[in-house]
């Protein structure tokens, strides 16, 4: 990555100070993030229906704190999977929320691939394109529902970071064999969840149709550098993100689209 992209993260993470501490103090921020904290451990079930970003201060924690977060994972697991080669050109990220994970994987990639956002949240919506105009990438993201966006086509990268196990039963069920089919389309896929010890049931009948179809499943453990006010909060809550951890299943594209052989529409055609 060149001094220039590399920069990119440091100045988007002053940016968001600037956004989000301009109408909360440091408490508030701190009083919101145990919350926030404390609903993704002890109360996942809530996540589905949007309860993550109620209310301003859950709103500004998620920004503040797990976005920069989920940025520097995803960073690492493309660098691991060497995944900026061959180029995407367009990253479909399946869930985006304020937009970090497919800017990661564009940032490592020179900026060049065209990321298309898709968010149930309105808020998470617009806030992921503030993050692209930030980081000087070409992408556009807007609400809509992810089990239903047109998947599938040659030169398309799809990502789904932070986001399946948030969905319901019956719709990660309809969405792991699109997946598989939209690889056989020509489509990269790479899901990405935390590694925990419950709350995942799922995964490993996903993790086995990925390495039926060729893909692989990876745990990932990167040390982490934290920007001083990130670190401050880490310790401030209790936590710890001195290492970052995550889980992610990756699949390549397995079959080149035959030309002329139809496909499904573009997620942002019309």
């Known amino acids: ?4 992209r590399q920069d990119r993260f440091g100045e988007w993470f002053e940016a968001l100070e600037r956004r989000h501490l301009s109408r909360l103090t440091p408490h508030e921020l701190r009083r919101a993030l145990q919350a926030l904290s404390s609903l993704y451990v002890e109360r996942r079930d809530r996540l589905g229906s949007g309860a993550a970003l109620e209310g301003e201060g859950k709103r500004a924690a998620f920004a503040l704190f ?7 994972t995803l960073r690492g697991i493309v660098r691991s999977l060497a995944l900026s080669s061959p180029l995407p050109e367009t990253i479909l990220d399946l869930g985006c929320g304020t937009g970090p994970a497919g800017a990661a994987w564009a940032l490592e ?3 060049r691939p065209r990321i298309i956002g898709v968010d149930r949240n309105r808020w998470a919506a617009a806030e992921a394109r503030w993050t692209y105009v930030e980081m000087k990438l070409h992408g556009k993201a807007r609400p ?3 089990v239903r966006v047109p998947l599938g086509g040659r030169g398309e990268a799809i990502l789904a970071a932070f986001t399946v196990n948030e969905l319901e039963v019956s719709e990660r069920q309809r969405l792991l064999p699109r997946l598989i089919r939209a690889s056989h389309a020509g489509s990269r896929i790479l899901v ?3 590694i925990a010890r ?5 995964w490993e009948q996903w993790s086995a149709a990925f390495l039926r ?6 745990d990932w453990r990167f040390p982490s550098s934290l920007p001083e006010r990130l670190r401050l909060l880490d310790r401030a809550t209790g936590m710890d993100h001195s290492e970052l951890t995550a889980r992610s299943l990756y699949l390549p594209a397995t079959r080149a689209k035959k030309p002329g052989a139809p ?8």
């Open 263 to 270: 496909t499904e529409a573009s997620p942002d055609a019309g």
């Open 109 to 111: 990639c020179g900026g």
């Open 1 to 4: 990555m060149s001094p220039d």
């Open 192 to 194: 990405v969840e935390p």
């Open 213 to 218: 179809a060729g893909g692989r499943s990876d």
């Open 198 to 202: 419950r709350g995942f049931p799922w």
């Open 66 to 72: 797990y976005s920069p977060l989920h940025f520097l």
């Open 144 to 146: 809509g529902d992810l």
